[in-house]
């Protein structure tokens, strides 16, 4: 099972800070996605340090957002990356496997 | 009897014919165009210094050509920042394509975000140094302005309202702070209006645009995506939907998408006016294309308005090449060798090649950041040198070379700006 079997989302950024929410189709999965979803294991699959990722819940919405400080490699205006937004970065972690 | 407001632009390179038919059959009170992202306004500044009479949206006269006559028919203010770093040469410009057309509407220009000239002493977040560091590296410095300028203008009269940098929810805000006569410290319903402004301001966005993934998630008739609207009551509460007939879709999910976008702490979205609390919206979906929205609050704001500063940053200079067919792929890792091997100029500060690829074809992009126009322009000359001394069969390659204008940002005291609304007097056009 990946995330993307059960949810969806859409990047945002500021500055040098991206968001990435993620939704639940079904509430009923909501519960899933808070436990297997930890900043630790959001971190990891993004390659950032835990330390400047934060999770906020959105329990009626059955949504999550985190928030990636310094992301965009000073931002999009110095990124020399394709996607300096970094809006494909939702899509890369909906490819997270959803294990235990 | 509600109140009916609409996005016609989400960023400045937007579609305008979405625009037009809610212009033209929206029955809306209000259509905002919010078409000015971070870094528009540097760019307009630098046309501006180039040209006294430039420094505005380059699309604000075929959006305006396009809305006008059926703005003016149904009673339809525009409230929108297509004035960029030059609202005032804007609102000239808006005025006379007012007369052109044989309209008779009021053009308004607000003015006082640009506080280049007392940003000096601010510390930047991104450099921790104060703005004055940057010398004549400095571009711009604008501060997100709030609804009061904006309301004083639609409160003197104006049909169109043309500002530079405004908090991009404050557009849609400030209209609904002058119908329903809100109370500045009426916090809840500050929220509420920010919420609108919010899921609103990037158009297709939440009307089921950035959203479709086949077989997921699809998207009835993308192709023709409706722009939203609000139905908005005196208390703050709205309906977002968009025009019968259009394409696209608006249910809850669109709408969560867009209301998580660019947001940090959902709980405390800072603006000029409030700090609004979306931790406890509410979406439901009460008819097709109908979600009605709830349950954002506010509380006082910091006192405090985000300035964004543009700087000049360096050039980036890129180039791309593509290889196909047999051994494409080892080619190409060629090429970025080479590459590596010869651009060794100390005005390299940062590079990143990647080889983007597929069964047939591999292509190289190399891009560096430079400190110097030459450097970034020897950089895209040795990629398209890849032609003759390079692998084999190499094709395809362009070329970019730009300078670099980076954003940063600080805060200033609310107290240090004094927007104010400029109401210009009609042309009448002479045959």
């Known amino acids: ?100 | 009897m509600s109140f009916r407001i609409g996005c016609g632009a989400g960023f400045q390179g937007d579609r305008i014919d979405p625009a037009q038919d809610l212009a033209e059959r929206g029955a809306l009170d209000v259509l905002v165009f919010e078409c000015l992202a971070e870094r528009t306004i540097a760019l307009a500044q630098q046309a501006r210094l180039a040209d006294p009479g430039a420094g505005f949206d380059p699309l604000m006269e075929r959006r305006l050509r396009a809305c006008l006559p059926a703005c003016a028919r149904n009673g339809t203010k525009i409230v929108t920042n297509m004035g960029a770093a030059n609202p005032r040469a804007a609102a000239q410009r808006a005025r006379a394509i007012v007369a052109e057309l044989g309209l008779s509407l009021t053009v308004a220009a607000v003015t006082g975000d640009d506080v280049s000239d007392r940003v000096a002493k601010h510390v930047l977040d991104e450099t921790g140094q104060p703005a004055s560091a940057l010398g004549p590296r400095l571009v711009s410095a604008n501060a997100y302005i709030g609804v009061g300028a904006i309301v004083e203008a639609l409160a003197r009269g104006a049909d169109i309202v043309i500002c530079g940098r405004a908090s991009d929810p404050a557009l849609f805000l400030a209209p609904l702070v002058h119908h329903f006569g809100w109370a500045m410290d009426d916090y809840t319903r500050l929220g509420r209006g920010t919420l609108i402004g919010h899921l609103l301001e990037c158009s297709a966005q939440v009307t089921g645009g950035y959203f479709a993934d086949p077989g997921v998630k699809d998207v009835p008739d993308l192709a023709h995506v409706g722009f939203p609207l609000a139905e908005v009551g005196a208390d703050g509460n709205a309906t977002l939907t968009k025009l019968p007939g259009t394409g696209g879709l608006v249910t809850p999910a669109t709408c969560t998408e867009q209301l998580l976008y660019e947001i940090h702490d959902p709980a405390a979205y800072l603006q000029p006016d409030v700090i609004a609390d979306f931790s406890g919206v509410t979406l439901e979906q009460t008819g097709p294309d109908r979600v009605a929205i709830g349950g954002a609050t506010g509380r006082a704001p910091t006192g405090t308005l985000k300035v964004s500063v543009a700087y000049r940053d360096g050039w980036l200079g890129e180039g791309q090449i593509s290889y196909a067919g047999a051994n494409a792929r080892a080619r190409a890792d060629l090429a970025r060798a080479i590459l590596d091997e010869r651009l060794t100029a100390p005005g390299i500060q940062d590079r990143l090649a990647h080889v983007i690829g597929n069964d047939t074809e591999q292509r190289l992009r190399y891009a560096t950041r430079c400190t110097d126009r030459a450097t970034a322009e020897s950089v895209a000359q040795e990629v398209e040198a890849l032609y003759l001394c390079g692998p084999a069969a190499g094709g395809g390659v362009t070329k970019s070379v730009k300078e670099i204008i980076a954003i940063a940002s600080t805060l200033i005291p609310a107290s240090a700006i004094t927007p104010r609304a400029d109401l210009l007097e009609p042309l009448h056009e002479t045959a």
């Open chain 1, 1 to 100: 099972m990946r995330l993307h079997d059960l949810a969806h989302g859409r990047t945002g950024d500021k500055g040098d800070v991206s968001n990435i929410s993620v939704i639940a189709y079904r509430r009923a999965d909501f519960g899933l996605l808070r436990d297997r979803l930890t900043v630790a294991r959001v971190a990891a699959r993004l390659g950032h340090p835990p330390e400047a990722v934060t999770r906020y819940d959105l329990p009626q919405l059955g949504a999550l957002n985190f928030v990636l400080r310094g992301a965009l490699k000073g931002g999009v205006t110095r990124s020399l990356a394709l996607d300096a937004h970094g809006k494909c970065l939702s899509s890369v972690l909906l490819d997270m496997p959803l294990d235990p």
